[in-house]
């Protein structure tokens, strides 16, 4: 067995070296694409990565039309102030509403006068005002469709056991055991008695994270779980659950911990209370950081298929890119079991009970 | 960091956690009990159903092990009253061969002294008959000796001839 498939693999690499050495010449030949490409390539990263106001599908750049849905822009600024993203035109155009004048930069609303002037500091960052953006972005949007569609897939669910003598259907068998796993070695081993009143939160993180990063891997281009927003938000509601549930026990750990000299707890309470933060912060980076990477390194190399503009280097791109796909979608499920397992050991220290004197 | 924190959007924040609470709210109302609560009762009724099985199966080899022993009981019962019997019917038998030789000994001493005494009384009768019929000889012989004189006188003659003899 072993020596066929050496014999093989020797067959397709003879028959493939002169292709290799051909490949090579025209690599230097061409180098990777010009400049203005790969700032192309890296400007469509780059708005890929950031929440937008529109929710676009496809865009033609040589005439600048984009295909998709212009969404609604909520600012507060003096007063509410509703209108729809197609007033500016994707960025070409200012956009007055009610006396004032807004422009979209780098997808960021600004504050600006009737000819759109942005004035920058010496960080080349915009130095105008910015007004308080509730708008319903394409993350919004994204959000909104998922919780839909998780109403309407476990809500179905939890319709099918009733019509169905206790048993699940359809699409549910595939979701029970998932209920079941995050219920059994999630929950329970980490949790202990008291997991019911963290089970509600922990299914829902768990699949709205899996789902939205999963979306992240589809064309819509959407990338709702890489928004640090987003992680943020969610680290801070599981920072509030741990702070809010927690027992005696829990804040006796943090601030006189027990079975250590009276001079060590005084050392170790203020670096106990900046855990109580490092834990949730290190949750809201791991997600951001994981989700962004993996787009970013997965958009680089589908780029790189443009670049190389010859079938050898392209394919080889395109080999890596479904590669990555894969592991990607591996990534997506992996880092929502990460997220909802660590809740789910914060949520277990803040209801630890009794401790033993000989930790 | 810094870029980071410029991306932060607040709007973005502020829709998350409204979302997001609203979503927990409404599948824990409308899915995540529900489904739980199902999964917990299939488990629980999985889990009484093993346990009465268990029970049954308990219960079945108690009834098969009293079953066992209450064979076992009326096999030794049988034992017992078939040894009873056994020894009653030897024993009868010995008592009836005993009294049986009892009685023949019995009847048989009873017929030996019937015997004997038949016997004793054959022979005094014989004695007594032979008694008689000598006297009756003696009579007739002395009647004849004494019909004449001279052998009266013969026979004093003779007798006092032994009477001297005798002397």
Redesign the interface.
Same mark, same amino acid.
């Given at each position: 067995m072993r020596r066929e498939f050496f014999e093989k693999i020797l067959v397709i690499v003879l028959v493939l070296s002169p292709f290799f050495t051909w490949a090579q010449h025209e690599l230097e030949g061409i180098s990777t694409g010009t400049e203005s490409q790969r700032e192309d390539i890296k400007a469509f990263i780059d708005h890929h990565l950031l929440d937008s106001h529109y929710f676009t599908f496809t865009e033609d750049e040589e005439t600048g039309t984009h295909y998709g849905i212009p969404l609604p822009v909520i600012l507060w600024d003096n007063g509410l102030k509703v209108f729809s993203a197609s007033k500016f035109h994707h960025g070409e155009e200012v956009a007055e509403v009610g006396g004032e004048y807004y422009t979209l930069y780098h997808n960021k609303i600004y504050k600006t006068d009737a000819e759109g002037t942005i004035t920058y500091d010496e960080d080349h960052h915009p130095s105008n005002a910015k007004p308080l953006d509730f708008s319903i972005t394409k993350n919004v949007v994204t959000m909104v469709l998922v919780s839909i569609l998780m109403f309407l897939l476990f809500g179905g669910l939890a319709k099918s056991y009733t019509k169905n003598g206790g048993m699940p259907k359809g699409v549910g068998r595939f979701f029970e055991p998932l209920v079941v796993f995050i219920r059994d070695d999630i929950a329970i081993p980490n949790i202990g008695k008291n997991y019911k009143k963290y089970m509600s939160f922990l299914l829902t993180i768990f699949f709205f994270i899996w789902f939205l990063n999963l979306l992240g891997m589809t064309p819509l281009g959407v990338n709702v779980t890489g928004n640090i927003a987003i992680t943020f938000a969610l680290a801070m509601l599981t920072f509030l659950i741990t702070t809010f549930t927690a027992n005696k026990n829990y804040w006796g750990h943090i601030f006189w911990m027990p079975g250590v000299p009276k001079l060590m707890r005084i050392v170790l309470a203020p670096i106990e209370v900046l855990g109580m933060f490092i834990k949730p912060f290190s949750l809201m980076i791991r997600l951001y950081a994981n989700m962004t990477a993996g787009h970013v390194v997965l958009m680089s190399i589908i780029g790189l298929m443009f670049l190389f503009k010859n079938w050898i280097g392209s394919s080889l791109s395109f080999g890596l890119a479904f590669a990555l796909s894969i592991l990607e979608l591996l990534v997506a499920a992996l880092q929502a079991y990460i997220f909802t397992m660590l809740s789910a050991l914060y949520f277990g220290m803040a209801n630890e009970e009794h401790h033993d004197e000989h930790h | 960091m810094e870029k980071?924190i410029?991306? *932060?959007? *607040?709007?973005? *924040? *502020?829709?998350?956690?409204i979302?997001?609470?609203?979503?927990?709210l409404?599948?824990?109302k409308?899915?995540?009990?529900?489904?739980?609560d199902?999964?917990n009762?299939?488990e629980e009724?999985i889990r009484t159903a093993l346990q009465s099985a268990e029970e049954a199966r308990k219960e079945m080899q108690n009834l098969q092990a009293d079953n066992e022993k209450l064979l076992q009981e009326a096999r030794s019962e049988r034992e017992a009253m078939m040894k009873d019997a056994r020894e009653i019917k030897e024993k009868m038998i010995s008592d009836a061969k005993s009294e049986a030789q009892a009685e023949a000994d019995k009847i048989i001493k009873a017929a030996h002294s019937a015997i004997e005494s038949e016997k004793q009384a054959a022979v005094n009768d014989l004695k007594d008959q032979v008694a008689k019929l000598s006297i009756e000889i003696a009579e007739k012989v002395v009647r004849q000796e004494l019909s004449d004189k001279d052998k009266q006188i013969k026979l004093v003659e003779g007798m006092l001839n032994d009477v001297t003899l005798n002397n």
């Open positions: - | 980071l410029e991306q *932060f959007s *607040f709007g973005l *924040f *502020f829709w998350q956690i979302i997001f609470v609203l979503l927990v409404l599948l824990k409308y899915a995540w009990k529900p489904i739980l199902a999964v009762n299939r009724g």
